[in-house]
């Protein structure tokens, strides 16, 4: 089956657009850009991916985004070539995600995320792939950062004025149970 008349989708939390799409089956579904997902899995606000195509196969239970890919949570954005999804049996919610090339990620003060903690302003991480992973409802709980990995933390209120700075071939960020920033290595 295809189009390439404009479509729009919903299946439980997930929505969508694209301009045309094509399924084949034992192939999988794409969508041709521009493709817009809309994801409410429960924890914080809905996530947003914008990108130039997409690919789904409920058999591999993966989603593939390509082409430019911009993702919104609230005011955290994520920037990458690619983004994979892997998702749970019940193809219901995010299991694990990979951001791959010129991965960019800014994080508002306070908010979740990989190098969000307590103290500091904006981060800004720059790496070539983002792995993360997440527990129930969307709460992460990993996410590793490699090849050429940045952080860059700005001061945050009462802070002395000075950006700080950590790079490394590899981060990682251990998230406790509410997803809330526990530790960097």
């Known amino acids: 089956a295809f189009t390439r008349d404009a479509v729009s989708w919903k299946r439980g ?4 657009t694209a301009s045309g799409l094509e399924y084949r089956t034992g192939g999988g579904l794409s969508l041709h850009g521009p493709v817009s997902v809309r994801l409410a899995e429960g924890a ?3 996530t947003e991916v914008e990108s130039g195509s997409a690919w789904a196969s409920r058999d591999e239970r993966l989603v593939r985004f390509e ?4 993702v919104r949570q609230g005011a955290r954005v994520l920037r990458s070539g690619r ?3 892997n998702l749970d049996e019940t193809l219901s919610a995010v299991e694990r995600a990979a951001a791959i090339e010129d991965v960019e ?3 508002p003060a306070g908010a979740p995320g990989p190098g969000a903690g307590a103290s500091g302003g904006e981060k800004r991480l720059r790496c ?7 527990r129930e409802k969307g709460v992460l709980h990993e996410a590793i950062a490699v090849n050429r990995a940045a952080l860059e933390v700005e001061p945050g209120p009462g ?4 950006t700080r700075r950590v790079t490394a071939h590899q981060l990682r960020f251990a998230f406790d149970d509410e997803g809330r920033l526990a530790s960097v290595e």
């Open 13 to 16: 939390t997930a929505s969508g």
């Open 44 to 46: 914080g606000p809905p």
């Open 67 to 70: 082409g430019g890919v911009v």
């Open 83 to 85: 983004l994979q999804l």
């Open 105 to 107: 990620l800014d994080t």
């Open 128 to 134: 070539r792939r983002l792995n993360m992973a997440f």
């Open 159 to 162: 802070e002395a004025q000075e």
